[in-house]
């Protein structure tokens, strides 16, 4: 990777919930130590019901996402009904494996009638994996241990859009890469939608009530 | 020097000076806290300012104060700006071919109260200025932000909504500067320190 190309160094979070899936990410691109996007966004929609994730080196990822889109539209003009999340996320792994797309890491999530909400992840050299939480990105792994004592199993609407709140807003917090505000889709079998937040307070904005006497001598 | 990160302005106004740093203390981008000014205090007229790897900080904030403190027994009286900087120079020159990895930035009054900035390099290259002076990760975007927005003959009010907004604009544009600011207001009545809220991400 060559020195200050545009990378996405990042934070995002995909859940399954009740009826679907839901992801949150921030909105930061950087370049180096220079902040190049505040508003950037890093859901791209493959299908109406299936997005994806990408985080690692800007360029591949949005090349990679590009031709794959290319990719299944061939594949709906051949078939009748519309396309498992589990096939898209397997063409994905094949082109990544194939390429050899270094510096890429992807989710691909999204609804489909046969199991409904599915997430998958797809790191780098073409490795694919389904959980029911997945975290990516230079951010999560300060979130780690926070997702592993708070996530339950299928939670609601509004207890998975709390807990995608703050655990983003923690990685926001500590991690340099990721920053903005939080940019949120659910999927469901009604489609995709989008929300956007900002960072919660308590952990966003934090007093610094005395400096230590002893660092001004 | 992008490995530890911040960033620090400093701001003359009509007898008296302004000196801002970040308070964030990160290891490439783990931000680990913000509680960390980078700015230290010779005496109540000469601040200091570094930027570049904390351990190289620490060490010469160190020998700074021990040098200060027998110079202050030896002659009885604080130490001027010009005479500190000759001897921050020194030091730095001293160890040319292994150096402290630390730019540093200096403000100070003089007895007759008349303005005294410098920025130096890693071996201690002296550069005065008259208005204003900015090192660290975002150093490049600042120098064009505080052009835009230095005027001269400011008193200390005007320095303060100058320099907060002119460090809070660099902030935002950086990722390994941030969590927090400081701003010192120095002229001969005293020292007035305030922080700034920036966002922080």
Request: charged share 20%; with cysteine; proline share 2%.
């Amino acid at each position: 990777m060559q020195k200050n190309e545009i990378s996405i160094g990042t934070t995002v979070v995909a859940i399954e919930i009740q009826d679907g899936v839901m992801i949150g990410t921030d909105s930061q691109t950087s370049s180096g130590p220079l902040v190049s996007n505040k508003i950037s966004d890093k859901i791209s929609y493959l299908t109406r019901s299936i997005v994806c994730c990408r985080s690692g080196s800007a360029a591949q990822t949005q090349n990679t996402i590009d031709n794959l889109r290319s990719l299944v539209l061939t594949n709906l003009f051949e078939r009748k009904f519309p396309l498992k999340v589990q096939h898209l996320a397997q063409i994905f792994r094949e082109y990544c494996y194939r390429e050899n797309a270094v510096n890429s890491g992807f989710i691909c999530s999204g609804w489909d009638c046969f199991h409904g909400g599915q997430i998958y992840s797809i790191t780098q050299g073409g490795y694919i994996f389904n959980q029911s939480i997945i975290l990516m990105g230079s951010g999560s792994i300060f979130i780690q241990g926070f997702c592993d004592a708070n996530y339950r199993l299928k939670m609601s609407e509004l207890e998975s859009k709390n807990f995608l709140t703050k655990a983003l807003s923690l990685a926001i917090l500590r991690d340099g890469s990721s920053g903005g505000f939080i940019r949120l889709a659910k999927i469901t079998k009604k489609g995709i939608e989008r929300l956007v937040l900002n960072p919660i307070k308590p952990f966003y904005k934090i007093e610094v009530q005395q400096i230590p006497k002893f660092i001004l001598v | 020097m992008d490995y530890n990160g911040g960033s620090i302005i400093i701001m003359g106004g009509k007898n008296c000076f302004a000196i801002a740093s970040d308070l964030r203390f990160g290891l490439d981008n783990f931000t680990k806290g913000h509680a960390t000014p980078k700015i230290f205090k010779i005496h109540e007229k000469l601040f200091i300012g570094m930027i570049g790897l904390f351990g190289d900080i620490s060490t010469i904030r160190q020998m700074l104060e021990y040098k200060t403190s027998i110079y202050s027994l030896k002659k009885s009286e604080k130490i001027q700006p010009f005479g500190f900087s000759s001897m921050l120079s020194n030091l730095l020159y001293h160890h040319r071919f292994g150096p402290f990895l630390v730019e540093t930035v200096l403000a100070g009054l003089d007895e007759k109260d008349n303005l005294f900035i410098e920025s130096k390099d890693i071996l201690g290259a002296k550069s005065p200025s008259s208005d204003f002076a900015t090192i660290g990760s975002c150093s490049e975007s600042l120098y064009g932000i505080c052009q835009v927005f230095w005027k001269p003959e400011m008193n200390l009010e005007e320095l303060f909504k100058t320099i907060s907004s002119c460090l809070v604009l660099g902030l935002n544009r950086n990722c390994i500067s941030g969590w927090g600011g400081i701003v010192h207001m120095v002229s001969k009545d005293g020292v007035v320190s305030k922080i700034i809220q920036t966002r922080m991400d």
